[in-house]
């Protein structure tokens, strides 16, 4: 058997299925876990956290008017801005409308008493503690803003709200009026510059028509320009109107002229409605087509109704296609004549142009002035307008911010939420305790499963011991814990390799692991099958099998091995057949590595003669050397591991020096495990009852106990289990 590697750590995983069975084998710890969170969050609750209330005023916050100027426009207020209600949700905390609502409703120390403070609390202290209570949101998709105040006092809470709404309130009106007061002083400054400009560009007007005698009419009007710009404007209307006629008749001619002879008898009707002429030829055109039908199938070609009806037809044809030409002749007619008139108003522009500029070139100067003098008489009429109306909205109620709930004290408590916390106390106790369970399993490194062992040491696993064993020989032969040991036996016997083989030790890597009661139930097992067994106490340091026979343990085996006594007389027999026991006697300070002795060896071999099976006790392998003296003499050895006691690494540590020392390690025994809560193991906690049951069964139809053959065919059953 190879040695397994030390320095090697068990690496430690967790399958799907291994997710309830580390639930169930922490449910205790879970469920403290989980209790304590939520008693703790309970008490927080219900009796450690004030209640706190809130109340909140709605108001609808709008943009203002826009800046002063000339032209009105309030419809630039509706438009939709992203950053405009988030601006004034700032401003609304900021330290100038929250220190006015400090100082309005004496905070500091109403604040101050709450925490109770005899000192009046700072400003600066106040706004960050009333700042941190309150909180200010939109209505989505509207410019309904609510703020919320959250305090202890209910209230206290409704009254700061409604005061945080006064307050900002007058400083958006005052922002109103000082912005409209400033914007209204500039445009009486602009007004009286204009006026004065205004002035002196007239007295220079006045002073070039004496001086140039430009002519003027009773209303004031210059001549020139009156009667030259009038005659050019009619002529430009009539040269524009002639060239629409003109363009839509061309239009038409050319969607006339691409077509067919059938096509425009057709389309002039709908072209040109006027014209019913070509409507009614058409209606007899058809009629003569219809009669001319008729004729052609009823009768024949020398009859005088079908020449008739043929002439008139070809009457009819002739008329339509001379009427259609005519239209289309007139069409062209009037095009021609229309882009002739064309012509001649776009030369009368021309030369009615020229008159006038010739004629004006002298007069260009009092006609720039004129038009300046015009323009600022507009201009100054239209700031004058301006400034009455500012004046009047500045006197009025501005609405961009409208109260539309005011704020009432709360009645009932927003914070603690009872529910939610409650809700949230049992969601992360739970969380928090199987957290903890599986962060526990994943640093406890001890031996679980049967893979474990199989995995980390390299060896089988022989026997799986189930909790709260006692010692067979006091429970009796129908024990339902002995099929355990006798599964023990049986995987034993068919691991020896040699049947010479019947020195037996027990050993373990650290104190508690069960290694004692494991080798007296094995040995006692062995003696109910009817081998004779001997058991040597040789945990010389802490001797513990006398205890569980209830002999004395005056003299044993050191006695022996010191030639104080002999063999015989250090052999006690028990209350079970076919087994004795040989105590350990009281260990001289003297006689330390005394199993190491040749003394040790030939009482071995002595007792390997007298006996058919002899197990010997050992202290723990990490504790003291004998345990590896034992490991080094015996025929066959067996480990014991504690189910979750020590880490793997210690259990590896203590195999290797069991192969170091050349011993015979048979296997391993997973002891003290809970069968009922661990899954991995219900097959043998099912299997044992059953054989228990099994065998109280038989003892009712008066079967033997002992019968070595029945119990053998179990034994191999369990063997090909494993």
């Known amino acids: 058997m190879d040695p397994a590697k030390i320095s090697e750590k068990p690496e430690v995983k967790l399958h799907f299925l291994d997710y309830w069975r580390v639930i169930q084998m922490r449910k205790s710890l879970i469920l403290t876990v989980f209790l304590l969170v939520v008693i703790t969050t309970t008490v927080m609750t219900f009796w450690l956290l004030p209640e706190k209330y809130a109340s909140f005023v709605r108001i609808q916050i709008m943009k203002d008017a826009p800046e002063v100027g000339l032209t009105e426009s309030r419809i630039d207020r509706q438009y939709f801005d992203p950053y405009f209600l988030q601006t004034e949700f700032q401003i609304i905390k900021s330290s100038t409308i929250l220190n006015s609502v400090i100082t309005n409703m004496d905070l500091c120390k109403k604040l101050a008493a709450q925490r109770d403070e005899p000192v009046e609390m700072p400003l600066d202290e106040a706004y960050e503690i009333l700042s941190k209570r309150i909180k200010v949101e939109q209505t989505r998709g509207t410019t309904l803003v609510e703020i919320w105040v959250y305090d202890f006092n209910r209230d206290q809470a409704a009254q700061i709200a409604n005061k945080i709404q006064e307050i900002y309130t007058q400083f958006r009106r005052g922002t109103f009026t000082t912005n409209r007061q400033a914007g209204i002083e ?92 070509l409507v009614m030829l058409t209606e007899r055109l058809g009629a003569a087509e219809e009669k001319f039908l008729i004729n052609s199938n009823t009768l024949g070609a020398a009859h005088p109704d079908f020449k008739n009806s043929k002439d008139a037809l070809e009457l009819v044809q002739r008329q339509v296609d001379e009427k259609v030409a005519g239209l289309v002749r007139g069409l062209q007619e009037r095009v021609d004549a229309e882009f002739a008139n064309v012509q001649n108003l776009e030369e009368q522009v021309r030369a009615a142009t020229k008159e006038s500029g010739e004629s004006s070139e002298e007069y260009r100067p009092y006609i720039r002035l004129k038009r300046e003098v015009e323009s600022l008489h507009q201009m100054t009429e239209q700031i004058e307008k301006r400034v009455i109306i500012e004046a009047v909205e500045v006197v009025q109620p501005n609405d961009a911010v409208r109260i539309i709930d005011i704020a009432k004290p709360g009645i009932y408590p927003v914070s603690p939420n009872k529910p939610l916390n409650l809700a949230l106390g049992i969601i992360v106790g739970l969380i928090v305790g199987v957290g903890l369970a599986f962060f526990i399993e994943y640093l406890d490194t001890s031996v679980k499963t049967i893979d474990d062992v199989e995995r980390a040491l390299g060896a089988p696993v022989l026997a799986v011991i189930p909790q709260q064993i006692g010692e067979l020989i006091e429970e009796g032969l129908d024990s339902p814990h002995g099929e355990a040991y006798r599964v023990l036996r049986t995987n034993l016997l068919f691991a020896r390799k040699d049947e010479t083989w019947n020195t037996i030790t027990v050993l373990s890597s650290g104190a508690g692991e069960g290694k004692s009661t494991t080798l007296f139930n094995l040995a006692t097992v062995f003696a109910q099958a009817g081998a004779r067994v001997l058991i040597v106490d040789s945990d010389l340091n802490r001797p513990s099998i006398h205890k569980i026979l209830h002999l004395s343990n005056t003299i044993g085996l050191t006695d022996y091995l010191l030639n104080k006594h002999k063999l015989e007389e250090i052999i006690q027999t028990t209350s079970q057949a076919n087994l004795d026991f040989m105590p350990s006697g009281r260990l001289p300070r003297t006689a330390m590595g005394i199993l190491s002795s040749n003394a040790m060896k030939e009482m071995i071999k002595e007792v390997k003669r007298r006996y058919d099976y002899v197990f010997f006790d050992a202290p723990p392998l990490l504790g003291v050397s004998d345990a590896s003296v034992l490991a080094n003499l015996m025929d066959m050895t067996l480990q014991v591991i504690q189910y979750r006691r020590y880490p793997q690494l210690m259990t590896i540590r203590a195999k290797q020096m069991i192969l170091n020392v050349g011993g015979h390690l048979m296997g391993i025994v997973l002891n003290n495990i809970n069968m009922s809560q661990d899954e991995n193991y219900y097959y043998y906690s099912g299997y044992y009852e059953y054989k228990a049951k099994q065998k109280g069964a038989a003892a009712v139809k008066g079967d033997k106990p002992g019968d070595d053959a029945s119990k053998n065919e179990g034994e191999v059953k369990v063997k090909q289990k494993y």
């Open 186 to 277: 500039a445009l009486k400054l602009q007004l009286a510059d204009k006026i004065a400009e205004l002035h002196r560009k007239e007295s220079a007007l006045d002073s070039m028509v004496k001086e140039k005698k430009i002519p003027l009419t009773e209303d004031g009007m210059f001549y020139t320009t009156t009667i030259y710009p009038e005659r050019l404007r009619r002529l430009e209307g009539q040269r524009i109107d002639a060239k629409e006629a003109y363009m839509h008749d061309s239009s038409l001619l050319a969607r006339i002229v691409r077509l067919t002879l059938n096509e425009q008898k057709n389309a002039l009707p709908t072209i040109l409605p006027l014209d019913n002429s």
